[in-house]
């Protein structure tokens, strides 16, 4: 999203006395969603996280939040395995794991059709195009639940999915919002189009400012670019709308979870105004 003036881009263990090689940072690509590391696992776990069990790695060092991890995990009736070290090099991409790993589930997207279906007009749909960073992710999710979206539509390519850091991200609200992973966000606007719902995208060049935005009332889906490229072309084209935020200050860009929350209020505001 490109709103500014200017486009820019369980039990404690005994430790063992053993002498290790200091671990370099090799990064490879990860064999499956997993959140890796002792702060980040236990952070996990708080968060419930849905996952499928804990890993341990033979003779770690058994620090209190490892001990913390294992016990949230027993309490959540997860499996703790101890695996070699090797094994979670590869499993979460890197050496750097501090020797636990949180294997996390496949994320259960909602059917596009059916959450259209579902929906009580008037609705209001984020949709995401090119936002890759899963924080931005699911801090967009736990804005758009906070201010009464009806769901998160986001591309199979080229955009974030729901990993273990865009869950957590959400801080659980992920579990409570219906995200939709489509094969092609633009047929996804087609049909919301079909189904009675305009489609607003946000950039810095809009047809419309925030706080005169025309169709809030109305059925809406609401597209949000990339920071640096903003929307794409094929979006941009099947937009009906494009909505901009004013800003007081000569700023490259806001962020993109910042731009839907600032969006989703004015939306949610205008809509609680009309019913009074």
């Known amino acids: 999203m490109r709103p500014g003036k200017k486009r820019r881009e369980s039990a404690a263990a005994p430790k063992r006395e053993q002498t290790r090689r200091p671990e370099s940072r090799r990064e490879t690509r990860p064999s499956s969603d997993a959140v890796a590391g002792?702060?980040?696992?236990?952070?996990?776990?708080?968060?419930?996280?849905?996952?499928?069990?804990?890993?341990?790695?033979?003779?770690?060092?058994?620090?209190?939040?490892?001990?913390?991890?294992?016990r949230l995990a027993k309490n959540q009736n997860l499996l703790i395995k101890e695996v070699p070290r090797g094994v979670l090099d590869g499993l979460t991409g890197t050496t750097m794991h501090q020797g636990i790993a949180l294997v996390i589930k496949p994320f259960q997207y909602a059917n596009f059709e059916e959450l259209l279906k579902k929906i009580q007009k008037p609705g209001l749909l984020i949709g995401l195009d090119g936002v890759t960073d899963p924080h931005n992710l699911g801090a967009i999710v736990r804005s758009a639940a906070a201010f009464g979206a009806n769901g998160?539509?986001?591309?199979?390519?080229?955009?974030?999915?729901?990993?273990g850091s865009a869950w957590?991200?959400?801080?659980?609200?992920?579990?409570?919002?219906?995200i939709s992973q489509v094969t092609n966000l633009v047929r996804s606007l087609e049909d919301a189009k079909k189904a009675g719902y305009f489609v607003v995208g946000l950039d810095a060049e809009g047809d419309e400012s925030l706080p005169k935005f025309s169709l809030a009332l109305e059925s809406i889906y609401v597209i949000v670019g990339s920071e640096g490229k903003g929307l794409s072309r094929l979006v941009r084209e099947t937009c009906d709308l494009i909505l901009s935020i004013p800003m007081q200050s000569d700023v490259e860009s806001l962020n993109a979870s910042v731009a839907t929350a600032i969006v989703l209020h004015q939306i949610a505001a205008n809509r609680a105004a009309s019913t009074i």
């Open 38 to 70: 002792r702060n980040p696992v236990v952070e996990a776990l708080r968060a419930k996280i849905p996952a499928k069990e804990l890993l341990v790695a033979e003779r770690a060092e058994i620090d209190e939040r490892m001990q913390e991890a294992m």
């Open 152 to 163: 998160v539509v986001i591309p199979e390519r080229r955009t974030a999915a729901m990993t």
């Open 168 to 178: 957590k991200a959400s801080a659980g609200a992920a579990a409570r919002l219906p």
